[in-house]
């Protein structure tokens, strides 16, 4: 009976490793340059599939700025990943937390907003449903 559980708990803890390794491998496979039209079809079942729109006061008023949510789910908590567009060119990804330490005050500005929008709670309540 102790060897079953034993053998039990190994393929369990084994099976959630898999999942989650898979998860990050696919995160990094997006590459500078990309449209959200292909990280949205590279990435499809981690991605939300519309891109939203930003406009911010630190942010070039000439360019068109876009993001693209990914919740990342684990037993303990939700975590959300942020894709950042400049004029449909993938400029950086990663948590909102790595935007906003960026060293390029552009990424920063978007990590504001997308921050900004991240905790709207139109976006949470139409997440949580």
Do not use: H
């Not at 700025?65 to 990804?93: C, H, P, Q």
Request: proline share 3%.
């Amino acid at each position: 009976m102790k060897q079953i559980l034993i053998i039990a708990l190994i393929l369990a803890v084994s099976g959630l490793t898999a999942c989650k390794t898979y998860l990050y491998e696919n995160m990094f496979d997006v590459q500078y340059g990309t449209s959200s039209a292909q990280v949205i079809k590279d990435e499809s079942n981690l991605v939300d599939e519309k891109p939203v729109q930003l406009k911010g006061t630190n942010l070039d008023p000439n360019s068109t700025y876009t993001i693209l949510f990914a919740k990342m789910r684990s037993t303990v908590m939700e975590n959300y990943w942020v894709y950042g567009f400049k004029n449909d060119k993938l400029i950086y990804w990663g948590y909102p937390y790595q935007f906003l330490r960026n060293s390029d005050p552009e990424i920063r500005a978007l990590g504001v907003e997308a921050t900004k929008y991240l905790v709207n709670e139109e976006y949470l309540k139409a997440t949580l449903q």
